[in-house]
């Protein structure tokens, strides 16, 4: 059983380069991670929001912390030996889910850092580099990174070079999981969420990732049609919740911004806890926008950054809209 610490301000968890395996689950307090950015050594902080694993990178890949972390308010902090961490997320594949959801601010520093096993010795641009990450994880059998990591590339580039192919893969390791019972890599990984026994992902999941594919492909009507075939024959929750947004995606991408509006007011109200409930406030302001109801569209987009962190895509996305309309 994961054990409860207490940590006095000033005081630190553990310090970059230590070795030890624990992961740390922040209950209350304020714990920040101090780093020095690869590009311009300056030192970044990343608050540990509450409910946070941190330490988990590292702790489960049996390599150096890659940060300090720093206690600046008093803290109970739940220790999880790596064995204990794997019980939890095999027993609740949500609780890794939503852990992996917190990588998404590390994305950037994971490029840079399999940039430097590859040898690139180039920079790419993120789509490329991202999609990179997923292909280098899946080619060393680290599927649930690899499935994260492809997942996060066709939340950030949709329609991007590589989205049907991050589709296929997606398929792919959610099959691989499935066969040898959510083992992969050389440890014990979750099987994803939505996936049913018998060998492979769901049928859910195979509409889905089609929709996926097609929506890549700019062919809009056509993935809307296996998007709501979900809507209408899929029991399953996750797969419901993914539907419904990008049902609201295909009708902005048909610049039908009315549907686009009541669609996303809609799930607001079914899926308040909806994990791209930011990007559907997104997809609405700019629905208003493009609409030319620019006091609405503001709104929206004010909304965002009242709820988002700085550091988000959707956050940056939100201002930079603001901006546009404000200049």
Known sequence: MPKSVQYKANSIV???????ENIYLLKSGKVVLKYNDIETGEEINDIIQMGEFFSVKSSLGKYPKEETALVKQDAEVLLF???????????????????????????????????NLLVMGKQENP?????????????HNKLIQSLYTFRRYLTYYPSGDFAAK????????ETRLQSSGGAAGGTSEAKPAGGEGGGGPSDA???????ISLFSQQKFTEALSEFRKILQTSPDPEYQAKAFFEVGRCFFSLND???????????IQKFPKHPDLLEALFYVGSAYEKKKETDKAKNFYSKILSLSEESS??????????KGLEG
Do not use: C, W
Request: no cysteine.
């Open 127 to 139: 789509e490329t580099g991202l999609f990179g990450i997923g292909e280098y994880y899946l080619k």
């Open 166 to 173: 991050a589709a296929d893969n997606i398929l792919t390791i």
């Open 313 to 322: 895509p959707v956050h940056r996305k939100a201002e930079r809209a603001l």
């Open 257 to 267: 911004f009315d549907k686009t509006i009541t669609h996303y007011t809609g799930m």
């Open 14 to 20: 553990y310090f970059k380069g230590d070795m030890n």
């Open 205 to 211: 999941a195979k509409v889905y990732y089609n929709g």
């Open 81 to 115: 030996t790596a064995p204990e961490f794997e019980q939890v997320a095999m027993s609740n594949t949500r609780i890794i889910m939503k852990m992996l959801r917190v990588f998404s601010n590390q994305l950037r520093r994971i490029h840079k850092q399999v940039s």
